[in-house]
């Protein structure tokens, strides 16, 4: 399975996962606790978004350094992004900070869940 399948499908568990924990957080409170656990799980989404966008716009066949280069810098702007997002979030939006948080925690938990979907037997190491 290529790179691209993969990121799609990680951002496809993170968008469920944030609707299970929006759907959970208004079952069991509240429609503010639901929009709150909505803008925590968007923000993992928009963030793994960044991350993909700034990583595949390398070229194939680029040198490594150029490659690596991208990859840091993606990271860093992704924690970036998702610090000033999460403030946004917290200072500006009516929202419960638990449920937030929860569900973005919930969403960065899709690369995890999403191992048994993307995991090929037939790549072997040494």
């Not at 568990?13 to 656990?37: E, G, K, P, W």
């Not at 860093?76 to 900070?97: E, G, H, Y």
């Not at 948080?101 to 090929?120: H, I, N, R, V």
Request: charged residues 10%; aromatic residues 10%; hydrophobic residues 60%.
């Amino acid at each position: 399975m290529g790179a691209k399948q993969v990121t799609r499908k990680i951002i496809i568990i993170q968008l469920l996962v944030t609707l299970l924990a929006a759907a959970a957080s208004l079952a069991l409170d509240s429609l503010q606790a639901a929009y709150s656990a909505l803008i925590g799980g968007g923000i993992g989404a928009v963030a793994t978004l960044y991350f993909a966008s700034a990583v595949f716009s390398v070229r194939i066949g680029s040198p490594a350094a150029k490659i690596a280069r991208a990859f840091y810098m993606g990271e860093i702007i992704k924690m970036l992004l998702t610090i000033v997002l999460l403030s946004v979030a917290l200072r500006w939006f009516d929202v419960s900070p638990l449920p937030l948080l929860l569900a973005y925690m919930a969403a960065l938990m899709a690369y995890w869940l999403a191992l048994p979907f993307t995991y090929d037997a037939s790549v072997r190491t040494l």
